[in-house]
């Protein structure tokens, strides 16, 4: 039996089931790089939990990230909605002119849909960058899903401009600028 990309974790003793979020590649026809890109993806536990809080922590829950600067929560909404993230961020390859959006910290990006459970829009962001020189043989870009959660309160995330997400992987990949406004 193999390793699992997330240490095990149970939710009032039922053990949740995060294989969806196992490491996994695609590929994207780029026009500018003038080849298949081949993607690595992997997620962070942020795409299955929230902020630690004291007060609203469940009791007997486990502490995600334990030691660590920003622990975490499990939430469920989150993990019920992780369900669809590696066919969502597959899919971006599949539709050329799908526009993903540049965040106002200018490192990372924003893909967002409309969900119907909860209603209202539902946030995935990502970092892309060109692979380290010792894993070129098997992958060109590094996509990490830094977080993916429901918008609540009417709080939308600071963004920029827009890029179609196939040329943000071609000027990844060539070393191309990437910034939108600035």
């Known amino acids: 039996m193999t390793d699992s990309y997330f240490p095990a974790l149970v939710i009032a003793g039922t053990p949740i ?97 409309t969900i119907e459970d909860p209603t209202g829009p539902y946030h995935v962001f990502f970092e892309v960058r060109r692979a380290a020189k010792d894993r070129r043989q098997w992958q060109d870009l590094q996509l990490v899903v830094e977080s993916a959660y429901h918008e609540e309160d009417e709080g939308g995330p600071s963004l920029k401009g827009s890029m179609a997400f196939v040329l943000l992987c071609g000027k990844t990949y060539m070393g191309q600028p990437t910034a939108t406004k600035r």
């Open 17 to 113: 089931d995060l294989s969806h979020l196992e490491p996994s590649s695609f590929e994207v026809d780029s026009q500018l790089a003038k080849k298949m890109l081949r993607v690595h993806v992997t997620f962070s536990n942020h795409c299955f939990s929230k902020g630690y809080d004291v007060q609203r922590h469940p009791p007997n829950e486990p502490i995600i990230g334990q030691g660590q600067s920003r622990p975490r929560t499990f939430c469920p909404i989150r993990y019920r909605l992780s369900h669809v993230l590696p066919a969502l961020i597959k899919n971006l390859a599949d539709w050329p002119r799908t526009k993903v959006w540049e965040t106002s910290a200018e490192r990372n990006w924003c893909y967002s849909i």
